[in-house]
């Protein structure tokens, strides 16, 4: 029986990990945080008040095995002087899906039938929620979007609205081998799963190891001079009694002048591994060069990783 594996996150970087993993043989679960509010995904949400579908999207291409025209189709954005403008057919294929069938979770399990999907596509929540941001000036910024946007320094995130977790995600949580935080935006990719007590209280009664795949630059106002250790301690913070046990990260170096070109286009500078202060917290680490560059831009190299995420579970 293939190895139970849960991942949590949103954004690429929940999708491009999961595009490798699924080449492996596991049961793979992707728990996807709903609280994306930019561009298509926003003006679907306002206009039938659902989740965010977005994050959704990508993940759902991301574990399908189908032809490339259709990985084109979904992500296909329509460019008009109407309201179709900057829709993706992916996303109006799951807000219909959603009216359809009643609810997201059924919606998305309908459409995953259709791209033969290697894993099961979880939302958190079928609750259209807000994320809130108080920053370290005590200010209130709601919206991912502006959360993201406003470049401050969070302090902490929580939902405007109780969020009821989905009760799926729970359950797979519960069957797990492995629970993995994938790389992403911390705290509004990440600690968006976080902040639902029944995921905190699923994953405290859960025996699978909890890992870790740190980011590996920072990102402003979110993580700005975060190390690998600093990540490590937000999370346990959101975290209940158990807490992370083993943390990926990068040790390949980037040239300077990639560097120098995060620094000044965008306040980004690289995660340090500070491998002793990851050792106070108790985590194990796997490390290596995960150093990809994509046309000028830095990636993880998703094969590596996965790769040493099925070496761990062999292990285990």
């Known amino acids: 029986m293939n190895k139970k594996v849960v991942v949590l996150g949103g954004g690429t970087g929940l999708s491009s990990l999961l595009k490798e993993l699924k080449m492996y043989p596991l049961d793979i679960s992707a728990i996807v945080s709903v609280c994306d509010d930019g561009r298509s995904t926003g003006i679907l949400r306002k206009e039938f008040n659902i989740p965010a579908v977005g994050d959704i999207r990508q993940v759902l291409v991301s574990l399908a095995e189908t032809e490339p025209l259709v990985e084109e189709l979904m992500h296909y954005r329509f460019e008009t002087n109407d309201d179709l403008n900057g829709h993706s057919v992916g996303n109006l294929m799951l807000a219909a899906l959603t009216n359809i069938t009643g609810n997201l979770t059924d919606g998305i399990e309908s459409l995953s039938k259709v791209l033969n999907l290697k894993g099961k596509v979880i939302p958190l929540t079928e609750d259209n929620v807000t994320l809130v941001a108080r920053m370290k000036d005590n200010s209130i910024v709601e919206g991912e979007h502006n959360i993201t946007a406003s470049k401050k320094i969070i302090k902490d995130i929580y939902y405007k609205e109780k969020a009821v977790t989905n009760a799926s995600a729970i359950k797979a949580i519960n069957e797990a081998d492995l629970i993995i935080f994938s790389m992403g935006s911390l705290y509004t990719s990440i600690l968006p799963n976080l902040i639902c007590k029944d995921i905190v209280k699923a994953i405290d009664k859960s025996k699978a190891p909890i890992m870790y795949v740190c980011n590996m630059m920072t990102q402003p106002g979110e993580t700005d001079n975060y190390s690998?250790?600093?990540?490590?301690?937000?999370?346990?913070?959101?975290?209940?009694?158990?807490?992370?046990?083993?943390?990926?990260?990068?040790?390949?170096?980037?040239?300077?002048?990639?560097?120098?070109?995060?620094?000044?286009?965008?306040?980004?500078?690289?995660?340090?591994?500070?491998?002793?202060?990851?050792?106070?917290?108790?985590?194990?680490?796997?490390?290596?060069?995960?150093?990809?560059?994509?046309?000028?831009?830095?990636?993880?190299?998703?094969?590596?990783?996965?790769?040493?995420?099925?070496?761990?579970?062999?292990?285990?």
């Not at 158990?242 to 965008?266: F, H, P, Q």
């Not at 831009?297 to 070496?311: E, G």
């Open 228 to 316: 690998v250790s600093d990540h490590l301690q937000v999370l346990n913070k959101y975290l209940g009694k158990r807490k992370v046990n083993t943390v990926i990260a990068n040790t390949g170096k980037i040239s300077d002048e990639i560097i120098e070109k995060y620094a000044v286009l965008e306040q980004k500078d690289p995660v340090v591994f500070d491998k002793d202060k990851v050792k106070a917290l108790n985590a194990k680490y796997i490390t290596d060069n995960f150093v990809s560059i994509d046309d000028g831009f830095i990636r993880h190299d998703t094969l590596k990783l996965a790769f040493y995420i099925f070496s761990y579970l062999l292990r285990g």
